[in-house]
């Protein structure tokens, strides 16, 4: 079942505003529907139990992007990135108020708590372990290099960190780490491993392009 219309149109209205300076622009709704279409997809895995929450999940798909429209949100190191737990718990807060007029107290309840358990070790809830697979498997992949770069490029950087950033990562064994304690389902485990292969080819090929302009 898809969220009711009424709520569906007011969140599309809330995430076309990009920032706190009132810019609008398609990016925190094309990145909520892409990840609930994620989401959608590992559900028909059969990952979790057929009872899931798909109402709540989607409101939660949505939530998650409001935090990225406020300027003084905690950033994570010199990438810009909000880091998951901060980001969740700022969605629970703000969906509550952002949905309250759209949106029954126990939809956004429910909402609120698999956003509150998706940055926790084990969940206890399995929405928030599949929602937390589907947030953490941005970060790889082809996907993950050019979220990276946008990031990058509003904080005025430019292309040399992202290419540097993930060798560097690899260097370090951190994908490594990351695969192995960054997902709750093992075939989400396996894509974002083969998303990751994909990712090192086109970042080699980036810095090769990189150091070649940097030669006399």
């Known amino acids: ?122 969940p206890e809830l399995a929405e928030s372990k599949l929602l937390a697979d589907a947030v953490n498997l941005d970060d790889f992949g082809v996907t993950g290099l050019v979220l990276q770069a946008m990031h990058l490029a509003r904080q005025h950087s430019g292309l040399t960190p992202v290419a540097e950033g993930f060798e560097k990562r690899r260097q370090y064994g951190y994908w490594e780490a990351r695969l192995k304690d960054g997902f709750h389902f093992e075939p989400i485990r396996q894509l974002a491993r083969r998303r990751l292969h994909e990712a090192g080819r086109v970042a080699d090929l980036l810095l090769a392009e990189l150091r070649e302009d940097q030669s006399p």
């Open 1 to 122: 079942m898809a969220l009711e219309a009424g709520l569906a149109h007011h969140l599309e209205r809330v995430l076309s505003v990009v920032d706190e300076g009132g810019a609008r622009g398609t990016r925190l709704l094309d990145d909520a529907r892409r990840l609930w279409g994620r989401v959608r997809r590992f559900i028909s895995l059969n990952l979790v139990p057929p009872e899931v929450d798909r109402d709540a999940l989607e409101l939660a798909c949505y939530a998650l992007q409001l935090p990225l429209r406020h300027s003084k949100a905690p950033t994570a190191g010199r990438m810009g990135q909000i880091s998951l737990r901060d980001r969740a718990e700022q969605a629970a807060e703000l969906v509550i108020t952002a949905a309250a007029d759209q949106a029954n107290a126990d939809l956004i309840e429910r909402a609120a708590r698999i956003l509150r358990e998706l940055p926790l070790r084990a």
